[in-house]
C-alpha cells in the first residue's frame, strides 16, 4: 500500500512562492503519474491542481495555476514536487499528493488511494 507524506507549506504574503513536497514509500512510484489535489477552507471537495505521468514528460495544471505552478517528480528519491510561484489568496488551502494516478496523453489521472494529512498554505493579501 503506497504512502504519502506532503510538506513544505507555510504562510507567504501575495506574490510569494513555496515549494511542496510529497515523500512517497511502500508502491512502485516510478512506473505511475501522481497529483497534487487541494481543499480550501469551507468547501467540501479537493480541487485537482497538478498531475504528472510517470516519466515526468506528460503534465497537466487547471487554469488558475497554469504558468505558476510547476509539476516535477524524482524517480530515483520517489518525490514529488509542487512549486508555487506568484501566490495569490486564492491558493489558500491544504494541499495533498496521491500517487499512483493513471496519467497520460488523454487522462490527467483520478485519486486511487487514501489521503495523506496534506500541508496547509495560507496567502495573505
Known amino acids: 500500500q503506497v504512502h504519502v507524506v506532503e510538506s513544505g507549506g507555510g504562510s507567504v504574503q501575495t506574490g510569494g512562492s513555496l515549494r511542496l513536497s510529497c515523500e512517497t514509500s511502500g508502491g512502485a512510484f516510478e512506473y505511475t503519474g501522481l497529483g497534487w489535489f487541494r481543499q480550501a477552507p469551507g468547501k467540501e471537495d479537493r480541487e485537482f491542481v497538478a498531475s504528472i505521468s510517470w516519466s515526468g514528460e506528460i503534465v497537466y495544471y487547471t487554469d488558475s495555476v497554469k504558468g505558476r505552478f510547476t509539476i516535477s517528480r524524482d524517480n530515483a528519491k520517489k518525490m514529488g514536487y509542487l512549486q508555487m510561484n506568484n501566490l495569490v489568496p486564492e491558493d489558500t488551502a491544504v494541499y495533498y499528493c496521491?500517487?499512483?494516478?493513471?496519467?497520460?496523453?488523454?487522462?490527467?489521472?483520478?485519486?486511487?488511494?487514501?489521503w495523506g494529512q496534506g500541508t496547509q498554505v495560507t496567502v495573505s493579501s
Open positions: 496521491n500517487t499512483p494516478m493513471y496519467v497520460s496523453g488523454r487522462s490527467r489521472g483520478e485519486p486511487t488511494t487514501g
